[in-house]
């Protein structure tokens, strides 16, 4: 019987993505927009500029795909559903949005823009010069910093992402679920 | 009057637990682990996994040990109320009474009162610091965990 009315019940995937590509794309738009305004920039020494305030946006942006996810599942299907569901259309919606984003990235370090990555690598070293650390400093800090673009840094950003950004959606499919959908 | 209660989505209750509790644990920086270089620390392990998520500007930030937390002091308030509550969430069903209590429109309050820090700060109202952000920061954590302990943990209210 429990099985039949799981059967029964309409797919989330359209749902998540929807909320998945909406994200991604304005994700992509507010980083690369960050990068941009970080190379028209002179490298000052400061760990934080308008280009990283633009960087935050993508945060909160990042962590409204469970919240569009479970809302667009919940008003066009007209169905409730428990919070566990609420919260596994909100972790996919977060992995997908970041897969994409992702995508977006290398697509646009790779076709439009290619030379992209290694400015901002070079933008970093004067920054840091710029913040008078020494050599030995510098080399630290870029052993410990993947190289734009590369493989590694890519992965890493990756993985990363889809950990942290997967659990913010996860929580924020918690809170759409008990908003848009609750059983109550 | 006594509440007996019985948890639901158990699995769920716990990893939110465990993530939250690491999530918190890195983002107070490289510094819990031992004294570290102020600008070796912008550049740790920590803040490469925060910075999709936070500015990161050290001088919105609290530091340990030398060390610059990972996130600023307002996203610190929101790890650490949110994971204290959540943690804490067993004790606060069996203790008070919860129902009828608006959670949403704390949840909402908490956000327009984060909105309007913001705000009020970037068109020179006024000037908030670490202090008032790790408040702000705290309560929209706590209201955020607040507002899902009914779906996890259902009251029953018994007669003595």
């Keep these: 019987m429990e099985m039949e009315n799981e059967m029964n019940e309409p797919s989330y995937w359209p749902s998540v993505f929807l909320a998945g590509v909406i994200v991604a794309f304005i994700m992509s738009a507010l980083g690369l927009g960050s990068g941009y305004m970080t190379l028209g920039s002179e490298p000052t020494g400061e760990t934080f500029s308008a280009a990283s305030f633009l960087g935050i946006l993508v945060c909160l942006i990042a962590g409204i795909a469970g919240i569009i996810a479970t809302r667009h599942y919940a008003r066009e299907h007209d169905v409730t559903f428990p919070i566990g569901r609420g919260a596994l259309i909100g972790f996919l919606s977060g992995v997908t949005a970041v897969t994409i984003s992702t995508l977006v990235g290398l697509l646009w370090t790779a076709v439009i823009d290619p030379n992209m990555n290694q400015a901002l690598y070079d933008w970093q070293i004067m920054n840091m010069e710029a913040a008078n650390m020494t050599e030995e400093q510098i080399e630290m800090t870029l052993k410990f910093t993947p190289k734009p673009g590369s493989m590694m840094a890519v992965l890493s950003q990756f993985g990363i992402g889809l950990v942290v950004i997967g659990i913010f959606n996860l929580l924020t499919g918690m809170i759409g679920a008990k908003v848009f959908a609750s059983e109550e | ?160």
């Design chain 2, 1 to 160: 009057m006594n509440a007996t209660i019985h948890i639901e989505h158990k699995g769920l209750y716990v990893f939110v637990l465990f993530a939250s509790m690491i999530l918190t644990i890195l983002a107070l920086g490289p510094g819990i682990f031992g004294a570290v270089d102020p600008v070796a620390s912008i550049h740790s392990i920590q803040h490469q996994i925060f910075n999709m998520v936070c500015h990161q500007d050290p001088l919105r930030s609290f530091s340990v040990n030398g060390g610059y937390m990972a996130v600023c002091s307002r996203c610190i308030g929101i790890y650490a109320g949110f994971t204290i509550i959540w943690l804490g969430m067993p004790w606060i069903a069996r203790m008070f009474k919860l129902e009828n209590v608006p959670f949403l429109q704390l949840f909402i309050g908490a956000i327009m009162l984060n909105l309007v820090d913001v705000f009020g700060n970037l068109i020179q109202f006024w000037t908030n610091t670490d202090g008032s952000r790790f408040i702000f920061g705290i309560i929209f954590g706590v209201s955020t965990a607040l507002l899902l302990i009914n779906e996890f943990f259902k009251q029953k209210m018994i007669e003595d």
